[in-house]
């Protein structure tokens, strides 16, 4: 026999609960290719894996919570705010690099044909 649900209880089918339980595996890859972004030595590359990065934390705080995982939940939500900060900042700092002209370097003396 069934127990009866609580007020705000919502009841899954049993194919949403696989779903929820097999989204671990697409935030498992959407970590690593943040990862691989955030190591790139191109800018833009470096700043969109912090926002790639958002999105893990998204997905693995939706599985965390079906799964019961209330320290998951916590340490995403810490990692979010730290990829926050690493977005601004990168886009801070790509912004300043843009507005700056290029550097020419002076020719040095006694150099010539």
Do not use: C, Y
Not at 22 to 32: D, K, R
Not at 42 to 56: D, K, Q
Not at 73 to 87: D, E, H, K, Y
């Amino acid at each position: 026999m069934a127990q009866p649900r609580r007020p705000g209880q919502v009841a899954l089918r049993q194919a949403d609960v696989d779903s929820i339980n097999l989204l671990q595996w697409p935030a498992m890859a959407v970590t690593l290719a943040a990862a691989w972004l955030i190591a790139s030595s191109s800018a833009a590359r470096r700043n969109s894996g912090f926002w790639v990065f958002l999105l893990s934390n998204g997905l693995w705080i939706v599985w965390a919570a079906h799964a019961g995982a209330p320290a998951l939940i916590a340490l995403q939500v810490g990692l979010a705010s730290l990829n926050i900060r690493g977005a601004i900042k990168t886009d801070r700092a790509n912004r300043q690099s843009a507005d700056q002209p290029a550097v020419k370097l002076p020719a040095s003396e006694g150099s010539g044909p």
